[in-house]
Each structure stands twice: as structure tokens, then as C-alpha cells.
């Protein structure tokens, strides 16, 4: 990596009715449409929306970091 450089980091929340990995990686990936040069994707806390005793989706919440534009 040449010169310095400064992050920014985020977070969003990703669901799935299907696992945790799938919800982080919808996060990611609907992220990446918006946020250019994405680094670091950290599992901040995961867990359920429970609906009548049954587990009806899974919620990642995922620490993104990405390249600060400085503008210059």
C-alpha cells in the first residue's frame, strides 16, 4: 500500500431466511453497489426474528470499512 490512507467504517444489518452467512453477504454485496473500495467486512452481532415460536429470518450486523475519499 503506497502512501497513507484514511477508513471509513460503517454499519449495516443484512437479512436472510436462510442462514447468517447468507445474510452477511447480502449486506456486503448490497453495500458494495454504493461504497467503493470496501477492505474489511467484520460480524459485529448476529441474530433471529422469531415470529410464532419459529425462526423466520436471520440478521447479521456486519462492521464495514472502506476507502475515505479526501477529495483530492
Do not use: Q
Not at 484514511?6 to 443484512?14: A, H, W
Not at 452477511?24 to 452481532?45: F, G, P, Q, W
Not at 433471529?48 to 475515505?68: D, H, I, T
Request: aromatic share 6%; glycine share 6%; net charge positive.
Amino acid at each position: 500500500m503506497a502512501g497513507d490512507s484514511v477508513y471509513k467504517i460503517t454499519e449495516i444489518i443484512g437479512t436472510s431466511t436462510t442462514s447468517w452467512e447468507d445474510a452477511a453477504k447480502n449486506a456486503v454485496e448490497t453495500a458494495s453497489k454504493t461504497l467503493r473500495d470496501l477492505r474489511v467486512a467484520e460480524i459485529v452481532k448476529l441474530d433471529l426474528v422469531v415470529e410464532n415460536g419459529k425462526v423466520v429470518a436471520y440478521r447479521a450486523r456486519v462492521s464495514l470499512s472502506f476507502k475515505y475519499e479526501t477529495g483530492k
